[in-house]
C-alpha cells in the first residue's frame, strides 16, 4: 500500500480506515485507541489498588491492637 | 521469657499493611480486625518459629492467610452473604467511601474471584515479588503471575466498561447498574 497517494476503490471493498471496520464477533475494532486505553486502564489499576490499599495504611496501628501486642510480649508466656 | 522488643517492632510496623491485606481478604473491617488479632495471638505464641533476620511480613500474612482460609472453608456461605451485603452497601451508598470512580474500582475488585484478587493485592499492593507472594500463598510462582495477569485483565474489562461515558451526566447510576448485572 503506498501512502499519500490517493486511491479509487470499490465501494464495498475492505477498508482499514473504515471507522466501522468489525471483528468476528461484529463488534467494532479500534485496535490503536484499545491498546492506549489498556495502558491506561492498567495504570490507574495500579494507582487505585494502591490508594485503597494505602487509604487502611495510613490508619496505622489501632489502640487496642497496640496494646495487645505491648502486653503480650511483656508476658512471660505470650500463649498464655 | 519477654519478647525482643526489636521483634515486637517489626510485628507493629506490619500491623497496618496486614490490617489493609485483612480488610481486601475480608471485605468487612470488623471482620478483618478480628482476623489480624488472631493473627497476632498465633504469630506471639509462635514467635520461636520466627527466624529472625527473615521476612517478618511474608510470615505474618502466611499466618493470617492460612486464618482466613481455614475459617472460610468453615464458614463459607456466612462469608460470601457478607460480600454480597459489602456489594450492596456500596451500590447504595456511592457517596458515602468517597469518590465514584473509587467505588467502581472497588466494587470491580469485588468481582474477581478471591485467588485472583489476593494475588493482586499482594504484589500490586502490599509490595510483595512474586516470589514472596507464591510462599504466602503456598503455590508456584507461575500460579501467581498468571492469577495477576488474569487479575489485571478483568479489571480492564470491567472498568474500560465504565470509560465510554467517563465523563457522562449518571455516571453514579450507571456503576450501580453495572454492579448488579453480569458484563
Keep these: 500500500m503506498k501512502p499519500g497517494k490517493p486511491v479509487n476503490v470499490e465501494p464495498s471493498a475492505p477498508d482499514a480506515e473504515t471507522p466501522q471496520a468489525r471483528d468476528a464477533m461484529g463488534r467494532p475494532t479500534h485496535r490503536k485507541s484499545e491498546v492506549r486505553l489498556g495502558r491506561e486502564v492498567q495504570a490507574r489499576i495500579g494507582q487505585q489498588l494502591r490508594a485503597l490499599y494505602d487509604e487502611v495504611v495510613k490508619e496505622g496501628v489501632p489502640q487496642h491492637i497496640a496494646d495487645l501486642v505491648r502486653r503480650l510480649s511483656e508476658q512471660d508466656d505470650p500463649a498464655a | ?183
Design chain 2, 1 to 183: 521469657m519477654k519478647l525482643d522488643p526489636a521483634i515486637r517492632d517489626q510485628v507493629l510496623s506490619t500491623v497496618p499493611s496486614l490490617r489493609a491485606f485483612a480488610i481486601s481478604l475480608c471485605g468487612h473491617v470488623d471482620r478483618a480486625d478480628d482476623l489480624v488479632q488472631e493473627t497476632l495471638l498465633r504469630a506471639l505464641a509462635h514467635i520461636d518459629s520466627f527466624e529472625p533476620g527473615t521476612n517478618m511480613p511474608a510470615w505474618l500474612f502466611t499466618i493470617l492467610r492460612n486464618l482466613f482460609r481455614s475459617e472460610y472453608r468453615k464458614r463459607r456461605r456466612e462469608v460470601e452473604d457478607a460480600e454480597g451485603r459489602y456489594a450492596e452497601t456500596l451500590k447504595s451508598h456511592p457517596e458515602q467511601t468517597g469518590r465514584v470512580e473509587f467505588n467502581e474500582f472497588r466494587g470491580a475488585l469485588a468481582k474477581l474471584p478471591s485467588d485472583q484478587r489476593e494475588a493482586l493485592i499482594l504484589v500490586g499492593a502490599s509490595g510483595f515479588s512474586y516470589e514472596e507472594a507464591a510462599a504466602i500463598c503456598g503455590c508456584a510462582v507461575g500460579t501467581i503471575k498468571s492469577r495477576v495477569n488474569r487479575a489485571r485483565t478483568r479489571l480492564a474489562d470491567l472498568l474500560s466498561i465504565d470509560n465510554v461515558d467517563d465523563f457522562g451526566p449518571d455516571r453514579a447510576t450507571r456503576a450501580v447498574l453495572t454492579g448488579t448485572g453480569r458484563s
